[in-house]
């Protein structure tokens, strides 16, 4: 893990995204705890569903909590945005449907719209795009899951994303190192 993740900050990542949810994903805080060597920030990528795992997310060295609007009622977005927020950290909203767009409140500056339906895990980059008009103007946007060309981040860079999250694409790749530097090497010689 800690070769991986140095490798993406030094080649230019902005933010490291650890998953620590472990029955359905094999991860561990442990993983998290281990990426905190690099000095960048650091999501805790889990379904965070409570205060604890919010102030647990702190104490383990996260600088940012997924909300997975899924996962959550409006409320309890709100909520636990608040309470992240009171302990420093930022949240990253994550949608999945238009229906969930109610979801949004003050305290979610960051939003991140996935690709994959959860349903059916088919990727579809328009719907995202379609989503992405109806967040509000000064909201952060990011696209999660499924990117795996660069002609995907021009296209949403285009559309005003400011980040993306890419995980599997580059987990999968036989030297997770390399494929990340070189992935950064395209996407600066095609902007």
Do not use: W
Not at 156 to 185: C, R, S
């Amino acid at each position: 893990m800690r070769s991986i993740t140095s490798a993406y900050t030094r080649y230019g990542a902005a933010c490291l995204s650890v998953l620590t949810d472990e029955n359905f994903f094999g991860g561990a805080d442990a993983d998290l705890i281990e990426a905190r060597v690099n000095h960048i920030p650091i999501l805790r990528k889990d379904f965070i569903v409570d205060e604890y795992q919010v102030v647990e997310a702190k104490s383990i060295g996260a600088d940012v909590v997924l909300l997975i609007a899924a996962c959550l009622t409006p409320a309890e977005v709100k909520h636990l945005a608040g309470v992240a927020h009171s302990l420093g950290l930022q949240t990253i909203l994550e949608l999945h449907a238009e229906e969930e767009l109610e979801h949004i409140c003050d305290a979610t500056g960051i939003v991140g719209i996935n690709n994959r339906d959860l349903k059916t895990f088919n990727v579809d980059i328009e719907r995202s795009l379609r989503m992405a008009e109806q967040l509000p103007s000064d909201k952060i946007k990011i696209a999660e899951s499924g990117i795996d060309k660069i002609e995907d981040i021009l296209l949403f860079k285009q559309n005003g994303f400011k980040g993306f999250l890419i995980g599997e694409y580059f987990m999968k790749q036989p030297d997770t190192p390399a494929a990340f530097q070189t992935f950064v090497e395209q996407l600066k010689a095609a902007e």
